[in-house]
């Protein structure tokens, strides 16, 4: 079964990152994580990008007090391997190991994440 694409732009991958990081929140909590990104957008911007990810889908309101509180209902794991599988198809013929090399060979790893290879790794020579 193939993974799910979604269709994301890059303001609204931003939004639904302040909604994963912040968790529940208001256009205007949305807004002022954006500013402390570095990202300068309007208020009415960002409610825009909240009702279009709500049409989608991919994120949903409630009014019980003086505003509306916005959650996201993708997750970022959800979209993370939506975009790894679509990359893998793009650029490597769906063949994760080129992609993992590339990324090992190219960026710098914090030691817990060398760690965390190590593990998986040591997994799947078990497995094999």
């Given amino acids: 079964m193939t993974e799910r694409q979604y269709d994301l732009g890059d303001a609204e ?16 909590e949305v807004l002022d994580f954006l500013h402390d990104s570095g990202k300068v957008v309007a208020y009415t911007t960002v409610q825009t990008l909240l009702t279009r990810l709500e049409q989608k889908r991919h994120a949903t ?18 979209v993370s391997k939506s975009r790894l599988n679509s990359l893998l198809t793009q650029l490597y013929d769906g063949a994760a190991g080129p992609l993992v090399l590339q990324l090992v060979r190219s960026e710098r790893l914090k030691p817990e994440e060398i760690k965390e290879l190590h593990r998986l790794i040591d997994e799947l020579d078990r497995r094999s």
């Fill in 61 to 78: 309101s409630n009014k019980s007090g003086l505003a509306y509180v916005y959650r996201a209902k993708l997750t970022r794991e959800r």
């Fill in 13 to 28: 991958l931003a939004v639904l990152r302040a909604l994963w990081e912040i968790g529940p929140c208001t256009v205007r």
